[in-house]
Structures are given as C-alpha cells and as structure tokens.
C-alpha cells in the first residue's frame, strides 16, 4: 500500500497583526515633527512623550492612526506608545468609535484649596452654561495656585480667583489677559553677583569638598519633600562610577504647594545656577529639567532664559534639557520622575537600586528639587552661619511655606524653620477672615497629614510632626476653620490619591478606591480604616499609597467630636 504525504499549502495572513499604518497619517507626522529618515536621533526613546505634546498640541487629540504612525516613526511597538499616551492626563486619545473633544477644555481645579473657595458650585455652573458641542467641563487636581483659588484653565492659559463671568468671557471671546511674569534677566542677575560661584566653581577657586561642607553646616535638604542632606545626596552620587546625570523636578504636584513656581518666576537664573552648580559637582553629563505642564508660562521663562546663558556662552548649546511633564502627580516621585524622563509611564522604580546608583539611562543622576538649589549660591554667598541661623525653636534654616486656605493672605511667605502654625498666622498670614476659627490643618499637602487646632503650636519642620503621625514634606501649608467639612475635605484628599496612582501594585491602586468608598459612608468603622491603612502604608512601592491614608488617620485620631458633630458616626 501506497501512502501518499500531502504537503499543506502555507497560509499567509496578507497582512501583519495589529492597525495598519496610514501612510498619509506618517506624512503628516514627519511635516510635524521633522523627518526621522534624516535626522535618526528623533527616534530617541526619551522623546516620545515631547513628541506626544506636539501632536496633542497641533492636533487638539491624539488619534490612534497618529499613534500608529509615531510607532513606526519611532520604531517602537504600538502597544508602548499607546500605553505611554493613555497614562498621562493632559493628552486625549481618542478610539476609532469616538468623537474628537470639542475644540475648548475648560478644567476647574478640585484641590482642596479650591474646593474651599468654591470650585464644585462654579464647575456646576460653568457646565450649565456650556455648549457641549464647542466646549466640555472637567475637574483637575492641584494646579499649583492654590493662593489665588479657585482656579480654572481655559486651554492652556490660567483664569485665577475665577468667576463664572470671568471664564465664560475668556471662553466666548478667545481674549484672556495673563499674569504677568517679571523675572530677572541675566544681566540684572549678573550685575548683582550671580553666576560668580559658578565661575569660580569651574575656575577651580572652590572645590566640591568645600561647597559641600558649606551645604552641611547650612543643613540644607532636600526642599521636595524627603528633606535628605543636599550634601549627602552629591557624595553618594560622585561615588558612583561615570558618566552621570543631573536632574531636577520641577513637577511640584502636591495639592496646596506652588513655592517652587514662586521662585521660577522671579528668579529662573538663581534657580539655573543652583542647578548648575549641583550638576558640576557630580561632573554630570547634562542636565534636565522637568518641569510640570501646568505652568505653560514658565516653560517659555525658562527657555528664554536658557537661551540668554548660551548666548553669553556660559552654558553649552544642549547642555541643559528641557522636559514637559504632562499630568501625573506620581511623577513628583524621583524614579517615576527618571521614567518620565525617558518617555515611558511614570511607574515608580523598586530599590534597590537607587537613582543615585543607577537612575536616567541607567547611570546614576542627582535628583534635586527647585528650591534646593535655588539656595546654593545665597548660601555660599551669605555664608552657612546666616542660613542654619534662621531657625527658630532650636530649629535651622529658612522655610518657603506655601499657605492657603481660611487665611487673610495666602503666598508663599519665608520664614523661619520651626515656624509654629499659629506664629506663621498671625505673623504672614494676615490672621483668619472675619467669622472663622481655626479648627485644622494640614502640614505638608495632601499627604502630609491633618492636625487640630490645639496643636498649633508644634514646630514646623523636618523631623518635628512624626509623633503626630504626620510630616511636612513640601511645606504646603492648607489651613481649616470651624466652617469647613470635614468629611468632605477626607474624601477630597483620598479622590486625588485613587485618581493619581500610577496603578502599578495592588495595596495602592485598590486601597486608594477602598478608603474612598468608606470615608463616603455615613458611619466610619475605624478599625476597617485603621487596618486598610496598615496594609497601604507597608505594602505600597512608594510614597503615594504609603502617605495616602494619613489624613484619615489624623481625623480618627484627633477629631471624633468634630465628626460626631458634622453627623459622622465613628465606631470603633
């Protein structure tokens, strides 16, 4: 018997798997964005997020053939560009089956500073009078005004002390008159003595060991939050092998913090020599910026003045990168921050390894905030004795406090380390409106914590508030008085948290949700509470799920009768 083998024909799909490209889509991207054929350096991975912003911008959206098409043109799967752009906040993809956004965005902010002047009752408003066909109405976190709430930005411009006549008017006509920005040019900045310790760093007339000693006797830390010693951070760094980067976040999410705009609006070359000379010290090999896309205004501040230090040729061409963030608080966070950096999601690192070891392109970076390096050359300038000398209640420094909520005059005020609350009051603040009272506050933002009014008079700094369960992180000081509700004030804090994890593990992405939806009940069950707390605060990779739950456990603590009195029945 014959057995006869019959070869199955091959089959081909005729096409590859996933969305076809459109070349007309890649056509118009290159017209974008200059062509990847002959200049093969903006296919760089890192530039996929700045590469996002252009075609958000351009476009009004992101649509998934244009996503296609800058998969192709930076040779990178589809799943990682559309995954990147559907992290971040600020850009709009839109799917096959959906309608682009209307042409106007209006977002109100829903901070707690701007729900306490009324955010929630002026985004009803404005969604009542909008034509959903031109116009849409969305909440959004922290803005970084919370001095001038409440806030709303029409487009990419920023309306504050807003109105429902003074949006609707800048919605109608298209006119909007900005805040005015009067920053020092850099001739001003070097006639009065600036770029100096730069020069003498470079001319070798002050040595990194020297400037770093002049860092620890001033004990200046880290301004972002963590308060680690500057000088500390450089030595680990320098002790790292070659080449290394510089990096510095400028991406201040916190609800109730704006202390480091303050100082990018008035001084950007204060700030750019601080940062310069941080990169020196660690012979970085560049230096990037990252700077949070809610301040469209500062972005041109700072590439004009850029632009000036190479012009005047004290920086290279390059050598300082600016970066756009585009809507993640998580990237307040220095490893999310380094992602972001290199245009992927901005998904905290595990540490080991530390940045300091192995951060940007996988080599060790210097991460320092704004206002960190704003003070290096008035240290070494005034001396450590002048700065560590400022102190007060056995404290050292000086302290930029972001305040606002019930106060007379909300800002960024300086003002000593170990500052109490009730000094910083009635000293800058101007005291409380007419009618209110002081019944709580919070000591570092969102996350910092919530104290009561009897302890007022707790120094503030680092180091000082850990007893009470709480920190001060960014110095984001958001007051409360005996008007204000509390529960509604818990669950805004917790929304912004379930609204902001990245949603990389587990304890953080479900526990932020689960707080929420027992804070929104009318009976607290404490120890439910207390025991999602523990499980958050141990299990989370960072920060944010770990510092989420310390509000309620500052209201459990400290404020049963002032629930009980706001109808909140605790048990427990």
């Known amino acids: 018997m014959t057995v006869q083998t019959v070869t199955p024909k091959r089959r081909f799909r005729g096409k590859p798997r996933g969305r076809e490209l459109d070349p007309a889509a890649l056509d118009s991207l290159r017209r974008l964005l200059g062509d990847e054929r002959e200049e093969p350096k903006r296919r760089r991975r890192d530039l996929l997020i700045e590469h996002l912003h ?11 053939a244009d996503l296609c098409a800058l998969a192709a043109y930076m040779n990178l799967p589809m799943a990682e560009v559309y995954e990147t752009a559907t992290f971040y906040a600020h850009f709009d993809v839109v799917h096959d089956d959906q309608a682009p956004p209307p042409a106007i965005t209006v977002r109100v902010c829903d901070s707690l500073s701007c729900q306490l002047a009324g955010a929630a009752t002026l985004q009803d408003a404005l969604e009542a009078g909008a034509d959903p066909a031109r116009v849409r109405v969305l909440r959004a976190p922290c803005m970084g005004r919370c001095d001038m709430a409440p806030v709303v930005e029409v487009g990419h411009r920023h309306v504050s002390h807003a109105t429902q006549e003074a949006v609707e008017a800048v919605v109608d006509t298209g006119h909007f008159h900005p805040e005015a920005i009067l920053w020092q040019r850099l001739e001003a900045y070097r006639d009065a003595g600036g770029y100096r310790l730069l020069a003498d760093c470079r001319a070798g007339k002050v040595s990194v ?4 000693q002049t860092l620890e006797a001033a004990n200046l830390r880290g301004l972002g939050g963590a308060g680690f010693p500057t000088f500390k951070k450089w030595h680990f760094v320098r002790a790292e092998a070659g080449p290394r980067y510089c990096a510095i976040n400028a991406d201040e999410g916190e609800p109730g913090t704006f202390k480091d705009r303050h100082y990018l609006e008035r001084e950007p070359h204060r700030f750019l020599e601080g940062a310069l000379v941080s990169a020196w010290a660690v012979e970085a090999e560049a230096l990037y910026i990252y700077l949070r896309d809610e301040y469209p205004g500062l972005h041109r ?3 004009e003045a850029i632009a000036e230090l190479e012009a005047a040729g004290l920086v290279a061409p390059g050598y300082i990168v600016m970066r756009r963030g585009a809507g993640a608080y998580i990237c307040g966070e220095e490893s999310a921050m380094i992602e972001s ?3 992927k999601p901005g998904k905290p690192r595990h540490r080991p390894p530390f940045v300091a070891q192995r951060g ?3 080599r060790p970076t210097l991460v320092n ?3 960190t390096v704003v003070w290096i050359p008035t240290i070494w300038a005034r001396g450590a004795a002048w700065f560590a000398d400022q102190g007060r209640h056995g404290r050292k420094g000086l302290r930029s406090f972001s305040v606002s909520g019930r106060v007379n005059r ?6 000593p380390a170990g500052i109490t609350l ?3 009051i009635e000293e800058y603040c101007g005291g409380l409106p007419a009618g209110h009272r002081l019944a709580a506050y919070l000591p570092g933002g969102a996350s910092g914590g919530i104290l009561p009014a009897s302890k007022a008079d707790i120094p503030l700094d680092f180091d000082t508030l850990q007893a009470e369960g709480c920190f001060i992180g960014s110095a984001a000081i958001i007051v409360l008085s005996d008007q204000d509700d509390l529960r509604a004030a818990a669950t805004n804090l917790l929304a912004f948290f379930a609204d902001e994890s990245c949603g990389q593990c587990t304890p953080c992405r479900v526990g932020t949700e689960k707080m929420l939806t027992l804070l929104e009940r009318d009976t607290w069950q404490a120890a439910d509470l207390e025991r999602l707390s523990r499980v958050m605060m141990d299990a989370s990779i960072c920060g944010l799920g770990q510092a989420a739950p310390n509000p309620v456990l500052g209201l459990l603590r400290d404020f049963r009768d002032e629930l009980a009195a706001q109808n909140v029945i605790v048990k427990g």
């Open 301 to 303: 501040v700072l590439h």
């Open 341 to 343: 950096l290199e245009g």
């Open 54 to 64: 252009v075609l958000q911008d351009a476009r009004g959206h992101l649509a998934l």
């Open 422 to 424: 009730g000094e910083l």
């Open 410 to 415: 909300p800002g960024v005020h300086l003002a």
């Open 209 to 212: 060991e020297r400037l770093m």
């Open 369 to 371: 905030n704004v206002e």
């Open 360 to 362: 940007l392109f996988d």
